[in-house]
Nanobody
Framework: QVQLVESGGGLVQPGGSLRLSCAASGITSSGYDMGWYRQAPGKQREAVAN???????NYLDSVKGRFTISIDNAKNTVYLQMNSLKPEDTAVYYC?????????WGQGTQVTVSS
């Protein structure tokens, strides 16, 4: 059974940085995509960034130039480096893994950007 465990969320001031991590276990084959989604109160969940098997990346327009997604395949861990954080980045961030067209989700980690 695939499991995703996130860490790294917290409270940060505007302009600050955070690094989220998501460790995947129970993966029995290669060829998966991983990414990050977020959901703010009263809003729909949105895709923030993803990284494919060829390490191609995609980003939500509002985070381009500020967030960087990376992956350590040896550790089955994906990271999201978030710089220049803004109050509108406040949300619960969810790790996502897609394997054989099946979506797996982490439990979510809260990111709060506030002075």
């Amino acid at each position: 059974q695939v499991q995703l465990v996130e860490s790294g969320g917290g409270l940060v001031q505007p302009g600050g940085s955070l690094r989220l991590s998501c460790a995947a276990s129970g993966i029995t084959s290669s060829g998966y995509d991983m990414g990050w989604y977020r959901q703010a109160p009263g809003k729909q969940r949105e895709a923030v960034a993803n990284i494919g098997t060829l390490r191609t990346t995609n980003y939500l327009d509002s985070v381009k130039g500020r967030f960087t997604i990376s992956i350590d395949n040896a550790k089955n861990t994906v990271y999201l480096q978030m710089n220049s954080l803004k109050p509108e980045d406040t949300a619960v961030y969810y790790c996502n893994l897609v394997l054989r067209r099946t979506n797996y989700w982490g439990q979510g980690t809260q990111v709060t950007v506030s002075s």
